[in-house]
């Protein structure tokens, strides 16, 4: 049993870890940069070790720092939250060739998911739909397979996230500079300047189930409604997905759980779909094999602590629920809030948070890193807080983010919080069952009401 855990992450991730270890009597070490040493999670955790400068590359992406930070404090596991080195099949096998746990999937299962060409084939393996696309290598390739699948087209990073190296585009006369683009963009990124091509749904829905899985067995968590984007960034998320046909969703459910069986997948992972509303159907689209950001949403509705059950499975526990055992209540939303001016193109805003003042009451959660004096610094990501609300409904949670939002004081950055409570007012979202484009429609509608001077630039 692990009694002393390494937490590879910053910010709200790292004080979220660090609670559910508290609750299961596990020690905790926080890694820190030299940036992090002071911050909320730090004071948090019972053992902090700086593991290098500022810069992510320098430490947070430093996987032999990670490890040998773990072996130096005596750490049985390490966890990395989500970013960073999540997903990292190199962590992960060098977290198994010296004795540690790593909460996480095992390097194959890593590797298998984390290349989307390895990933598209597994969901046709397990008998999911994909959306028509392949992989191109030159010029030559990629128009051939643009003609067979017909534009609009996405042009996607093998090993992307994060809308990183993703691009759209409308016509031919885009895809030579498009693909110049997205390949500069991915081995920037990623180290790795491959791209594939898949078909544009011009009206879909961005939804996505929670899964865990012990090697052997794999139960869900339901759904989550991720539409609401700006440049492929998730801004809020809901769960349930709302006016979503049951029968449709039960299938998206059972396509997750056959997917992650398919890989004998052990932890936490969420298996991403894309719905073609005009169609009715949906299309596999990615998984990504960590803890979400929006996990929040989801235990809010079924009451479990999924870190907790994360962690059961890494150090090799059976599932501790049945898939009957999961019983959802109610209606869930997560506003992501940022640092950032979002009257300026989300310009980023560090600095110091002269004051943090964050609403309670039923129904109410705040996953945060941060606290009166909190220096933001322009590192890492701009992420601030989580709030998370609950209701007995869609309605009552709406009622209940919108009084939350008001309450919600945080002074001497921007902040999107101003944009979240738009977004409680806006006659679309209070509707519900929209698509990807709903961002863009936002802006225009503030725009016409003169709320707002923001231009979404192309």
């Known amino acids: 049993m692990i009694k002393r855990l390494l937490i590879a992450n910053r910010g709200e991730i790292a004080r979220r870890i660090i609670e559910s270890c508290n609750r299961l009597g596990i020690e905790t070490v926080l890694a820190v940069s030299e940036a992090d040493q002071n911050t909320m999670p730090a004071q948090l955790a019972d053992y902090v070790i700086c593991i290098g400068p500022a810069p992510s590359a320098a430490s947070y992406l430093n996987v032999d720092a990670i490890v040998n930070a773990a072996l130096e404090t005596g750490a049985q596991a390490i966890h990395p939250g989500y970013g960073f080195l999540a997903e990292n099949a190199q962590l ?21 998911v984390g290349d989307k060409l390895k990933a598209r084939e597994t969901a046709v393996a397990a008998g999911l739909p994909v959306i028509p696309g392949g992989p191109a290598e030159t010029l030559a390739e990629a128009q051939a397979l643009a003609k067979k699948i ?32 997205a390949m500069s963009e991915a081995q920037a990124a990623f180290g790795d300047p491959r791209i594939y091509l898949e078909h544009y749904v011009a009206s879909g829905r961005h939804i996505e189930v929670q899964i865990l899985g012990d090697g052997n067995n794999v139960i869900h968590f339901g759904d989550r409604d991720c539409s609401i984007q700006r440049r492929y960034q998730k801004l809020l998320e809901e769960a349930p997905a709302p006016h979503l046909n049951s ?58 602590d999924l870190v907790a059950e994360q962690i059961a499975v890494a150090q090799g526990q059976a599932l501790r629920l049945k898939q009957s055992d999961v019983q959802l209540q109610g209606h869930a939303i997560e506003c992501r809030i940022n640092a950032e001016n979002w009257h300026d193109n989300f310009r980023p805003c560090p600095g110091v948070v002269e004051r943090a003042q964050f609403p309670i009451g039923p129904g109410i959660r705040v996953d945060t890193h941060i606290q009166s004096g909190t220096s933001i610094t322009p590192y890492y990501d701009s992420l601030l807080a989580k709030l998370i609300v609950h209701g007995d409904s869609r309605a009552q949670a709406i009622k209940r983010l919108r009084k939350a939002l008001k ?14 409570l738009a977004f409680m007012d806006d006659p679309e979202f209070n509707e519900g069952g929209f698509d990807t484009g709903f961002f863009l429609r936002f802006l225009e509608r503030q725009q016409q009401s003169k709320q707002s001077p923001l231009k979404e630039p192309s």
């Open 407 to 420: 309450t919600l004081n945080i002074q001497g950055v921007d902040t999107t919080a101003s944009l979240h």
């Open 247 to 304: 029968a449709l969703r039960q299938q998206m459910h059972e396509a997750a759980v056959a997917f992650a069986k398919h890989l004998n997948y052990r932890g936490l992972g969420t298996v991403e779909l894309l719905v073609d509303i005009q169609k009715n159907t949906f299309y596999f689209l990615e998984m990504n094999a960590r803890i979400q950001v929006e996990h929040p949403v989801t235990e809010a509705l079924c009451g479990v």
């Open 92 to 112: 992960s096998q060098r977290c198994h060739e010296e004795g540690l746990i790593f909460i996480g999937p095992t390097p194959g299962q890593l590797d298998a």
């Open 150 to 181: 017909a534009y609009p087209l996405l042009v996607k990073a093998v090993s992307g996230g994060g809308g990183r190296g993703m691009k759209h585009l409308e016509e031919p006369s885009q895809l030579e500079s498009t693909l110049e683009i």
